[in-house]
C-alpha cells in the first residue's frame, strides 16, 4: 500500500502491524495470553501493546486495536491478502470445498461470525483466526481496518466478507474486472 494512496486510518494500521512485527518473543507471548479480554481487562501486556500502538490512534480506537494485537500471536504472521471472507474461503477450499461436512461446519461458523455484535467479537473472531491461521496467511491490516468499521449500520463489512466468502470475490477483485459505469 502506497503512503500517497493511503488513508490516515490505513497508514496507522500498517504502522501497527508492523511494530507487532517487531515484537520479542516475550511481548507476543504477553499478547497471545490476553486474547479474549479488553484492554481493561489485560494483565501484564500494557507496555508491549502501548509501545506498538502509533501515538496518533484515538482513544476511542484502542480496543479494536487490542482486539489484533491480542489475535496476531496467533498465527505465524505470514502476510495474507483479501478481506477475513477471503481467508477463511481459502480455508474451505483446502478442506474439500463445498462438498465435505467440515465445509457446512465452517459455513455455519462464518456465518455465526458476521451475524455477531460487538459484545461477541472478540470471542468469535478468536476462533475464526485460530482456525484460518493453522492453515492460511491473514491480512492483519485490513482485519484491523475491517474490525474499526464492524458496527457501520449498512453492515458493509459483514457483506463484503459474505461475498468473498460465499461467492469468491473481493471486492478488489470485482472492481479490477468490471468497468466502472
Not at 505470514?78 to 461446519?105: H, L
Not at 473472531?125 to 492453515?135: I, W
Request: charged share 30%; proline share 3%.
Amino acid at each position: 500500500m502506497s503512503d500517497r494512496t493511503s488513508t490516515p486510518f490505513q497508514r496507522q494500521a500498517a504502522e501497527f502491524i508492523a511494530a507487532l512485527e517487531q515484537l520479542d518473543a516475550g511481548g507476543l507471548a504477553r499478547l497471545k495470553r490476553n486474547a479474549g479480554h479488553t484492554l481493561a481487562e489485560a494483565r501484564d501486556v500494557h507496555r508491549a501493546f502501548f509501545q506498538s500502538l502509533p501515538y496518533t490512534v484515538g482513544e476511542r480506537l484502542h480496543e479494536d486495536y487490542f482486539l489484533i494485537a491480542t489475535l496476531f500471536p496467533l498465527a505465524d504472521n505470514r502476510a495474507g491478502a483479501g478481506n477475513f471472507g477471503d481467508t477463511m474461503r481459502r480455508v474451505k477450499q483446502a478442506r474439500g470445498g463445498d462438498t465435505s461436512g467440515r465445509a457446512n461446519s465452517l459455513d455455519r461458523r462464518f456465518e455465526t461470525l458476521l451475524d455477531c455484535d460487538r459484545e461477541h467479537l472478540h470471542f468469535r473472531l478468536r476462533q475464526a483466526v485460530r482456525l484460518a491461521a493453522s492453515e492460511q496467511a491473514i491480512d492483519w491490516t485490513q482485519l484491523l481496518l475491517d474490525i474499526i468499521g464492524w458496527d457501520q449500520p449498512e453492515r458493509r463489512i459483514q457483506l463484503r466478507w459474505a461475498r468473498s466468502y460465499f461467492v469468491g470475490k473481493s471486492e478488489t477483485t470485482r472492481a479490477e474486472k468490471e468497468p466502472q459505469l
